[in-house]
């Protein structure tokens, strides 16, 4: 995601009303959204702790900040695909 100074700055270059409501949205999302699960689920879903523990997190941070995981369970249903699909890769790009 963006830095909220980046989006701040956005706003103040910003003259189209839709746009603007957009980035405040946006900015009001990202301050109350959260991660349901945490370290311990992905070491119960079979991850080694390191530093994938963070990339993953942040990749489902802007999932839910986008609308495409909305609680827990799509939480851990997103990290099971990526799982199972061998490819953790799509979970931090």
Do not use: F, Q
């Not at 489902?60 to 890769?89: A, F, P, T």
């Amino acid at each position: 995601g963006y830095s909220s100074e980046c989006l701040v700055y956005l706003l103040l270059c910003l003259k189209d009303e839709t746009a603007w409501e957009n980035v405040v949205h946006y900015l009001d999302r990202k301050e109350t959204v959260h991660i349901a699960i945490n370290g311990h689920d992905l070491k119960k879903l079979g991850l080694k702790p390191g530093p994938v523990y963070k990339l993953i997190m942040d990749r489902l941070y802007n999932l839910k900040l986008d609308g495409l995981v909305s609680n827990r369970d799509d939480e851990l249903d997103e990290v099971r695909h990526w799982i199972r699909e061998g490819d953790l890769n799509s979970a931090v790009n």
